[in-house]
């Protein structure tokens, strides 16, 4: 998709984007500025935004400059590519936003609205950048769909099925780093150790404090290497595997190593699993979902990336500074 590369100047310090300035601008503000506006009073004393707008500029102003930059980029691409935002594709971001913070938090639906209020008190939210929020997401996703970047496959709802409806593995762990220690794991299982013990003594997962228990995982949770699902489905319960080559914990630091691994039994969903057909238009929408999102902060992130943004005002400049830093 092309984009429009922009350059985005904030010449003060609040989120005034300052794009071919007019004189008829340069008029108002010398009016502005020949009678200040008040926005506070502290006792006697009234303030205008000139007493607050550098210490507002650094406490946020490099974030309030990225969601304008990112807005004004939006803007450009659905132009550039004849599309608009419509009012109803903004309020179904706000409908889709409560729906999911009730799912999440497990509450009904009436509990939406106090979740949604508990969001935008945490994140700053108030009314106008809450709309320029679910703009900016009903514009993303209006993209991401219109260049079907995502597909969701029979294969990926059955996953999904079994994540979320199937049975469970209860398993131990011992990881440890190299073959020689993999060997004398087995040695002192065979001489009749518990696992536990070994466990807690030198397997380097985190899991060694519980003498490596993990918590219950599906043998469809792709988070976990498949030769050790594969593994634990074939072992029956109480038995325990050879050693495994595996790359362990991808999402916080992998390590290679070797996975002795104890199957403790299989724990079944509480109640009566729902038959697939029921639910799969549910856990297809959970699944577009999920992908839609993903797929929205990289299309952000790349229109971020082709924005040239300047900011021109000193304090600024330091918050927008340390927003890239982080």
């Known amino acids: 998709m092309n984009t429009t590369r922009l350059t985005v100047t904030l010449c003060g310090a609040l989120t005034l984007a300052c794009i ?4 008829a601008f340069h008029r ?81 639906a009436d509990d939406a609205e106090r979740l949604v209020a508990d969001v935008r008190a945490r994140r700053g ?20 769909r219109k260049d079907a970047l995502v597909q969701v496959s029979d294969a990926d709802i059955d996953t999904a099925y079994a994540l ?18 993999a060997e004398q794991v087995k ?18 997962d985190p899991s060694s404090a519980r003498g490596g ?35 362990w914990g991808e999402a916080t630091g992998a390590i290679s190593g070797f996975a002795v691994l104890k199957r403790e039994g299989t724990i079944s969903p509480p109640g009566q699993a729902p038959q697939i057909d029921t639910v799969r238009a549910t856990l297809e929408r959970e699944i577009r979902t999920v992908r839609e999102r993903a797929e929205m902060d990289k299309l952000a992130r790349a229109l971020l990336e082709q924005t040239r943004i300047s900011a021109m005002d000193g304090s600024l400049n330091w918050s927008w500074s340390r927003r890239q830093d982080r």
Not at 20 to 23: D, E, F, K
Not at 164 to 181: D, N, S, W, Y
Not at 187 to 204: C, H, K, N, T, Y
Request: net charge negative; aromatic share 4%.
């Open 20 to 23: 071919g300035w007019s004189g």
């Open 28 to 108: 108002a503000e010398a009016a502005a500025q020949d009678q200040p506006r008040v926005v506070a009073l502290v006792g006697d004393r009234a303030l205008g935004w000139g007493d607050l707008a550098q210490e507002l500029a650094e406490a946020a102003g490099g974030q309030i400059l990225e969601e304008t930059a990112l807005r004004i980029a939006l803007e450009e691409t659905c132009r550039a590519r004849g599309l608009s935002v419509p009012a109803d594709a903004v309020n179904a971001e706000r409908r889709l936003l409560a729906e999911l913070l009730a799912s999440s938090a497990d509450v009904s």
């Open 125 to 144: 939210l108030g009314e106008r950048r809450f709309e320029a929020l679910l703009w900016r997401n009903a514009a993303l996703r209006m993209l991401v």
């Open 164 to 181: 979320k409806h199937g049975p469970r593995f209860r398993a131990r762990l011992i990881l440890v780093t190299t073959m020689e220690q």
């Open 187 to 204: 040695a002192r299982l065979a001489g009749g150790e518990s696992f536990a013990d070994v466990a807690a003594q030198i397997s380097v």
């Open 213 to 247: 228990m993990l918590d219950p995982f599906s043998p469809s949770d792709a988070r976990y290497p498949v030769a050790v699902r594969r593994a634990l489905a074939d072992l029956p319960d109480g038995a325990t595997s050879l050693p495994i080559a595996v790359t």
